[in-house]
Every structure is written in structure tokens, then in C-alpha cells.
């Protein structure tokens, strides 16, 4: 049997689950092949980040999030707090951008935690900027389900996978970088999945009724495999460019 | 020969390069036909002249030309020729101004055939807005879920007005919202598309009359016509929507029609485009423009919008 198939079943049987709990998308509706949807308890999700030894103790290390509904509480609760994030566009067509709660007055911060408030606040870095800033403590993303060794089988895009990869090129993750994928429960899969070599396996599932830590010290530095970019989405990113031109590798 | 390939060469027809010759002639077809006045009715040259035009073949032309009908951008009338679709042709030019000053869209990005964009200068169309009686003394507004219209629609929420808008693409009805009940603090968020649903009540076409009267419908467009037609990005959301309302007996032709676009988005020639609906009142970037229709869409219209 192949894998593929075995993978597909999976998300379709989390689909029918995740209908049930799921929040709609401003734009995409229930089309959960477009987006990362929020769910109901994900409140519970980011408080249970947030005690996370990756944020109370960052020291000086930065924060990653990703544009899925499910986070929109944690970059809420994440200003709040006065907490500066990076957070990538939608599809990173536009790369990364930092959000500064200094900047932003208090009745505006649930507004600036939504991807249509977000742009008002957040400024752009490009990948010369973000180099010049201190590698991650924490990297948030949501996922189409995971598995219990970590294995995320997220919308089928890979936006997170590659992010993993550029962050680390511009050497912004280390060993001691963790990976947390939030997720509500009918999303977590309770079997041990193989991970391709351009997967990252998370260290962290966090659920609203539970919080699950994974060994991933093994995991492999992260870097983007060029052989695999072209003819995907992610061939004609700006930020794909930038990062070749910073490699000196030249044009794709 | 030679000289064909010189024509081909002009066009942007490259027989060396990598991208597929068919995708050459298309885009260079639509170079052409965007490059015709609007007022130009006339059916394309003939297919043995295209061909000669492009020096390709046959069944690369009409690769080509059905690329470009499958777009909407050309209609192939057997006998008759090959038109151009003039609506789709001022969307078309029309986004290639915006694309100067349009505001991407949190999700669609720039991709302008999926939304209406917020522009520079918006807020300057807004304030003209702001001004008129019809403003002032509108207590329910329909404001159509356009990116142009976000601060407009946090201008009437803090004016203690009631907004009605529909989700995108109406998927999931008519959100509800009324200014004089939200807290000040909520209402800049419960303007964006992101916001609005979690502090307005949801509403089915059914329960339209719940609202009351509307006293004005505000909307962005894809392009506007001196004349008062509205075009949007090809859904037709807001005939549909109009439709409804109209059916239901909440506007009616004298329900005042205020469109914000940029300068850019204005087509001053006339065209003999569908309207989505027929608008009274234009407010851009630098001008407020009153068309005074007096006619509403005729009822055949609106069947062809159903």
C-alpha cells in the first residue's frame, strides 16, 4: 500500500472531524485546502504555549509564528504581553515581517493579531534585515494533523517545511531552536509516521486538552534543497531569490 | 519568411524561448486586444491573418484563442469571427493601472481578479463620502466586502451606524453589525473581513427584512463607467446581492449608490458592459462624481444575472 494513500485517507477522515470544530475563513470559507483553520479551544493552545520554557526563558531570542487561523489567539495573547514575533505573509508571497506591540495602541491589538490587521503594524525585514536579528528560541505553526513521532502532514503546501529551511540557511535555528504545532485533537494521529528529508519534525504537539513533547534532538539542521524548488510555488518567491543572491548561487 | 518572424518578433513571439509558443501568441494577443480603444467593437482580424500576423500555425492560434475564451476575454462566434468581451477587457486594463496603487489583500496577496483592492488616496475618497447628506443621514448602510471600504466601514460602526455586509463571495450569508451597541475598541476590527464575524449577528437572504430600510449601499468596484455602471471582478456579487435586497424590498431605485475607486479605476468611454448595479454616486481619490441615473437595471438583466 502507499504511503500517499495511506496519507490522503488520513486527511480526509481529519477533515470530516475538523468541520465539526472549525472556525471558517474570512476569504476561503471551509475550503481547508487554502488554509490552516482555527478551532474551537485553540485559546487553550496558546496559553499552554505560552508557559513553554521557549518563551518565559528566551532571553534574547526571537519568536516565529506562521499566518494559520489557529495562532490568531497567540499573536494576540503574544502582543498583549509586549512579546515582538516574525510571522510570514500568506503563501510568504510578500517574506517575512516582524510585529513590534510597541508599536501598536492597545484597542488595535486583537486587530493587529488578524492577517488583515497584521499588515497595518507588522513591518517587512528583508532576508539581509532578518539575518542581522538574534536566531529563534520558538517556531509556532498549525498543521493539517501530526503524527506522534512529529511528523506533520500539514495542508500539502510545505509554507512551514520551507520556512524552516530559510530561517536556518540565514542561520536563525540551532539545536537548541523548538517546534510547535498546534493542533486540535481530532488532528493528532496517534501512529509513528516516516518524515521526508525536507520535513520538520516538531518537538511539541499542543492540543487544547493536552501538550505532548517529543524527542527531536536528533533532528537535522535545516536547509533548503534546491533541486526540489523549481516548478513549485516557491520558485517564484522574492524571498527565493534574495536567498540565492545572499548564497551568491545565482538565479534559479 | 523573414519578415514574419521580424512581425512575430515585434509582438513578443520568441520561437527560441523556452515558454510554449501558444502561451507567447496568447499573451501577445492580449497585448493587442488590450491595446485597442474601448469604443472598438470590431471582430479580430481573421484567422489566416493571425496566423500570418503571428507566423504560427493553425492549431497554435486556436490554442491560443481558446486559452483566452476559456478567460473570458474573447467570445468565438462560429461564422462571425472572433470579439472581444469589453467587460473583461476594462477589468483587465483597469488592473494593470491598479497594480500602481492597489494595497495586497491578506491572503490573495495582489492577485486582483480575487478582490477589490484598498488603494492610496482611499482615505481621501472616504472623507468625500463622509460629507454628503446621504451619509449623514443614513441610519443602515450596505457596505460590500471590499478592501477599498474597510475604513468606511469603521467610520460608520463609530458614527453609531448599522452596517450590513456580506461575507466573501456570500458564502456564508449577510453579517450584521451595529455601531451604537459595539464597544469603541472593537470596532476597527469588527470592520475588516477577519473581524467582522465575530461581533455582528449572521443573516440569510430570508432574514434581509430584519434589517429594516437600507438608506444607502456603498461598494468598492473593479472599474466604474462615467455613466454609472458598476463592474466588478466577474462573480457579479453584487448584483446578485442588489437582487436580493431589491426583491426583498429593502432598497429601491431611489436608494442613493456611492462607489469608491481610484482615478485609475474610472472608464470614461462607454461600455456596453452588464452593470452590476447603477450607481448615483462616484467618490475617488481626487473627485466626487454624480451620475444621476434615473433608470434601474431592467428586469431581463437581472435574469441573466440569476
Known amino acids: 500500500m502507499s504511503m500517499a494513500l495511506t496519507?490522503?485517507?488520513?486527511?480526509?477522515?481529519?477533515?470530516?472531524?475538523?468541520?465539526?470544530?472549525?472556525?471558517?475563513?474570512?476569504?476561503?470559507?471551509?475550503?481547508?485546502?487554502?488554509?490552516?483553520?482555527?478551532?474551537?479551544?485553540?485559546?487553550?493552545?496558546?496559553?499552554?504555549?505560552?508557559?513553554?520554557?521557549?518563551?518565559?526563558?528566551?532571553?534574547?531570542?526571537?519568536?516565529?509564528?506562521?499566518?494559520?487561523?489557529?495562532?490568531?489567539?497567540?499573536?494576540?495573547?503574544?502582543?498583549?504581553?509586549?512579546?515582538?514575533?516574525?510571522?510570514?505573509?500568506?503563501?510568504?508571497?510578500?517574506?517575512?515581517?516582524?510585529?513590534?506591540?510597541?508599536?501598536?495602541?492597545?484597542?488595535?491589538?486583537?486587530?493587529?493579531?488578524t492577517l488583515d490587521g497584521f499588515d497595518r503594524y507588522a513591518e517587512q525585514l528583508s532576508l539581509c534585515q532578518l539575518q542581522e536579528t538574534e536566531k529563534f528560541s520558538l517556531l509556532v505553526t498549525g498543521g493539517s494533523a501530526v503524527s506522534k513521532n512529529g511528523v506533520r502532514f500539514g495542508k500539502g503546501h510545505g509554507y512551514f517545511d520551507f520556512e524552516w529551511a530559510v530561517l536556518s540557511e540565514l542561520g536563525l535555528t540551532d539545536s537548541s531552536s523548538v517546534v510547535a504545532d498546534v493542533v486540535h485533537d481530532c488532528q493528532f494521529v496517534n501512529e509513528v509516521m516516516p518524515a521526508e528529508k525536507h520535513d520538520v519534525v516538531v518537538d511539541w504537539v499542543i492540543t487544547p486538552t493536552q501538550k505532548i513533547h517529543i524527542d527531536q534532538r536528533s533532528r537535522q539542521?535545516?536547509?533548503?534543497?534546491?533541486?526540489?524548488v523549481p516548478g513549485t510555488e516557491f520558485a517564484e518567491l522574492s524571498i527565493v531569490a534574495e536567498l540565492r543572491d545572499i548564497q551568491n548561487l545565482g538565479p534559479l | 519568411m523573414v519578415k514574419k518572424s521580424n512581425a512575430a518578433a515585434d509582438l513578443g513571439v520568441d520561437f527560441l524561448a523556452d515558454a510554449p509558443l501558444y502561451e507567447q501568441v496568447r499573451d501577445s494577443l492580449t497585448r493587442l486586444v488590450l491595446e485597442r480603444t474601448l469604443s472598438d467593437s470590431t471582430p479580430l482580424p481573421t484567422e489566416p491573418n493571425l496566423m500570418e500576423l503571428f507566423g504560427v500555425s493553425r492549431g497554435t492560434l486556436r490554442r491560443a484563442i481558446e486559452d483566452l475564451v476559456r478567460d473570458g476575454l474573447l467570445s468565438a462566434e462560429q461564422g462571425r469571427g472572433t470579439f472581444v468581451i469589453q467587460e473583461e477587457r476594462v477589468r483587465r486594463v483597469v488592473w494593470q493601472r491598479l497594480s500602481e496603487v492597489a494595497k495586497p489583500d491578506s491572503r490573495f496577496d495582489m492577485d486582483l481578479r480575487n478582490f477589490v483592492p484598498d488603494f492610496a488616496g482611499s482615505t481621501a475618497a472616504h472623507k468625500r463620502v463622509a460629507k454628503r447628506s446621504e451619509w449623514a443621514r443614513a441610519k443602515v448602510i450596505f457596505c460590500a466586502p471590499d478592501n477599498s471600504i474597510e475604513q468606511l466601514r469603521l467610520a460608520a460602526l463609530t458614527a453609531g451606524k448599522k452596517i450590513l455586509v456580506p461575507t466573501y463571495g456570500l458564502s456564508r450569508g449577510f453579517i450584521f453589525l451595529d455601531g451604537s451597541?459595539?464597544?469603541?475598541?472593537?470596532?476597527?476590527?469588527?470592520?475588516?473581513?477577519?473581524?467582522?464575524?465575530?461581533?455582528?449577528?449572521?443573516?440569510?437572504?430570508?432574514?434581509?427584512?430584519?434589517?429594516?430600510?437600507?438608506?444607502?449601499?456603498?461598494?468598492?468596484?473593479?472599474?466604474?463607467?462615467?455613466?454609472?455602471?458598476?463592474?466588478g471582478g466577474g462573480q457579479r456579487y453584487l448584483a446578485l446581492e442588489w437582487m436580493m435586497m431589491r426583491e426583498l424590498g429593502v432598497v429601491d431605485p431611489s436608494t442613493p449608490v456611492i462607489a469608491i475607486v481610484h482615478d485609475c479605476q474610472v472608464v470614461d468611454e462607454m461600455v456596453e458592459a452588464e452593470p452590476d448595479c447603477l450607481l448615483g454616486i462616484i467618490c475617488t481619490n481626487t473627485q466626487e462624481i454624480d451620475v444621476r441615473v434615473t433608470r434601474e437595471i431592467s428586469a431581463p438583466q437581472l435574469r441573466r444575472v440569476q
Open chain 2, 181 to 231: 451597541k459595539l464597544a469603541a475598541s472593537d470596532k476597527q476590527l469588527a470592520a475588516t473581513l477577519d473581524g467582522m464575524e465575530k461581533f455582528g449577528s449572521r443573516l440569510g437572504p430570508g432574514d434581509l427584512r430584519k434589517v429594516g430600510k437600507i438608506d444607502l449601499v456603498i461598494t468598492g468596484a473593479t472599474a466604474v463607467t462615467l455613466d454609472g455602471r458598476h463592474i
Open chain 1, 221 to 228: 539542521r535545516g536547509r533548503v534543497f534546491w533541486e526540489m
Open chain 1, 7 to 113: 496519507t490522503e485517507q488520513y486527511r480526509e477522515q481529519i477533515w470530516a472531524e475538523l468541520s465539526k470544530v472549525a472556525r471558517p475563513d474570512s476569504r476561503f470559507h471551509w475550503d481547508f485546502s487554502s488554509f490552516i483553520c482555527d478551532f474551537e479551544g485553540s485559546e487553550k493552545c496558546s496559553d499552554q504555549l505560552l508557559e513553554l520554557a521557549a518563551i518565559t526563558d528566551r532571553g534574547q531570542r526571537q519568536i516565529f509564528v506562521t499566518p494559520d487561523n489557529c495562532l490568531e489567539d497567540l499573536r494576540y495573547k503574544l502582543i498583549q504581553r509586549g512579546i515582538p514575533f516574525v510571522m510570514t505573509t500568506y503563501g510568504i508571497v510578500r517574506g517575512f515581517y516582524r510585529l513590534d506591540p510597541a508599536m501598536i495602541p492597545a484597542s488595535d491589538h486583537r486587530y493587529a493579531a
